[in-house]
């Protein structure tokens, strides 16, 4: 099933893109995004809301559509996210207005914008706070993994699913170059979180506890499963025989699985740090 524009999104772009925008501009713009058809008659907030429900009819990833519709508007250079004066009083900064209503409405409707024009309904709790924790952090491979997965899961998520399990990869290689730990002769996911495990004591004998302990015992299996996962569905690796027929709704289960793991390593490592 496909995820359609949600109506308070299109209230939102309608209601404040034509404020920035011209007729001309508004054109170019939708032409840019591949929205279908030929632009529709009216004044520009009907023009707008009117091209938005017929990209919600007509196009198989409408929020792929509004993503690259938006993107110029969400990734403002610098100066445009700066106050406006004119004649010493404050002028209206449309731009920047624009981008936070988009920013509280996305929130409102559970979207995730990530830079690059991509918009995913993927974003799950772990997720956003994985988003947070990485920002932080000058890793240029996870934000990329990161976003990748967002913003496939709906459209390719046999792509979604490569990313999700490329992040805990990653996080993993970082890990073991960061504290010194030695590499291991084969550099996959199974034998890189191996060491990383180990040396983080994610060890269910070390555990007293029985219910802490299936659960640690539960991450080592998501982890092994997200590994075979990529190896036999994702695009990482040409397919045999047999054939996955992989829905977004599996890509959501891989990369929410993923990043809870990763956010729990992340802030294992971050408590490690401080003691």
């Not at 992040?167 to 993993?172: D, G, R, V, Y």
């Not at 990482?236 to 793991?261: D, W």
Request: proline residues 5%; neutral net charge.
């Amino acid at each position: 099933m496909k995820k359609e524009i949600p109506a308070p999104v299109i209230a939102v772009v309608s209601q404040n893109l034509p404020d920035i925008e011209t007729h001309a501009s508004l054109d170019n713009l939708f032409l840019y995004a591949d929205a279908p058809g030929d632009p529709p008659e009216g004044s520009k907030p009907v023009k707008v809301q009117s091209w938005l429900r017929i990209i919600n009819k007509e196009c198989d990833y409408p929020l792929k559509v509004l993503g690259k519709l938006i993107e110029t508007h969400m990734e403002l250079p610098e100066q445009d996210e700066q106050e406006q004066i004119l004649w010493g009083h404050n002028v209206t900064n449309h731009k920047k207005e624009f981008k936070e209503k988009l920013l509280s409405i996305f929130k409102q409707c559970n979207l995730t914008y990530t830079s690059g024009g991509h918009l995913s309904d993927g974003s799950s709790a772990p997720s956003k706070a994985l988003s947070e924790l990485i920002k932080g952090r000058d890793i240029p491979s996870i934000d990329a993994e990161f976003n990748r997965a967002l913003a496939n899961v709906n459209s390719e998520p046999r792509e979604a699913v490569s990313a999700a399990c490329n992040i805990l990869e990653s996080i993993f290689k970082v890990y073991i170059a960061d504290e010194g730990l030695s590499k291991p002769q084969k550099q996959d996911l199974q034998n890189v979180w191996k060491v990383v495990r180990g040396d983080l004591g994610f060890d269910t004998k070390l555990v007293q506890d029985d219910d802490l302990k299936r659960v640690l015992s539960g991450i080592m299996s998501i982890v092994d499963g997200i590994g075979a996962f990529r190896t036999h569905a994702s695009s990482a690796h040409g397919e045999g025989r047999k054939v996955y027929n992989l829905k977004p709704r599996h890509a959501r289960l891989a990369i929410n699985s993923a990043h809870t793991v990763a956010l729990f390593v992340l802030e294992t490592w971050d408590e490690r740090r401080k003691k």
